[in-house]
């Protein structure tokens, strides 16, 4: 496998190279720094540079498949590869979409999502050098990891076996392949209610970022209808 992406990516820097010496630097970034090219399709996502250094970058995602897609960056947490630290969505068929990152020094993965769903096609990203500032880091944990809710009619799946620690900042998206909208409420171990993912349409993903500040048992339910007792609702646990 590691042999096989690097012939892939020889070959994706031998077509780049006369390509921007022809443009004349016409791919450079405000800042200085070229853009990396993703080409996705629904079975590939070959990332031009497996090496960057420490800074902003930015990724021009170019979506060559038949599905939408979307590209994550994953920082390392607890030893997997589960924080994101940027994302771009809804990058449809013969469309591109650019992703600006901040990294710091360390080891990253780029994940390609056809059909906006799992775990996606990974490849590895080193970042050399520097540190950044603490207001960086902020900003780039906007949350510390995601969880993907499926909602069908009626049911929520996802979210079975799934535990947070106190404080974690958690992505929930909801993704809905029922035939009517559905929605994922969130409420704390005291009942009162945390956040919510709004109501979504058939076909459709939401997302909401909401912090589990105390431990406990949380509840969840879909609020459309009666549907949280036609059984879309259940619990998880926050350590
Ligand atoms: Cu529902």
């Not at 096609?121 to 080193?126: H, Y």
């Not at 909602?151 to 799946?157: G, V, W």
């Amino acid at each position: 496998m590691p042999s096989s992406r690097s012939l892939i990516l020889a070959g994706a820097a031998a077509l780049a190279l006369p390509l921007l010496a022809a443009c004349g630097g016409d791919t450079d970034a405000k800042d200085g720094a070229a853009k990396i090219a993703i080409t996705a399709t629904d079975t590939t996502c070959d990332v031009a540079k497996a090496d960057l250094p420490a800074g902003k970058a930015t990724f021009a995602v170019t979506n060559k498949g038949d599905q939408t897609t979307e590209v994550y960056v994953y920082g390392e947490h607890d030893g997997a590869y589960t924080k994101v630290v940027g994302e771009v969505e809804n990058i449809g068929p013969s469309t591109s979409r650019d992703l600006q990152v901040d990294l710091s020094g360390g080891t990253y993965e780029i994940a390609c999502k056809p059909g906006q769903r799992g775990d996606g096609i990974r490849s590895k990203l080193t970042v050399a050098g520097g540190t950044k500032s603490d207001e960086d880091k902020k900003d780039e944990a906007a949350y510390d990891r995601e969880v993907e809710v499926e909602a069908s009619d009626f049911a929520l799946e996802g979210l079975k076996g799934f535990t947070a620690k106190a404080g974690e900042k958690i992505e929930f998206k909801l993704e809905n392949k029922g035939k009517t909208e559905h929605e994922l409420e969130v409420f704390g171990p005291d009942g009162t209610e945390v956040g919510e993912v709004a109501p979504v349409k058939p076909d459709a993903t939401g997302e909401a970022v909401l912090t589990l500040a105390k431990p406990g048992t949380y509840t969840f339910k879909c609020g459309i209808g009666g549907h949280a007792d036609q059984g879309m609702k259940g619990t998880f646990t926050v350590r």
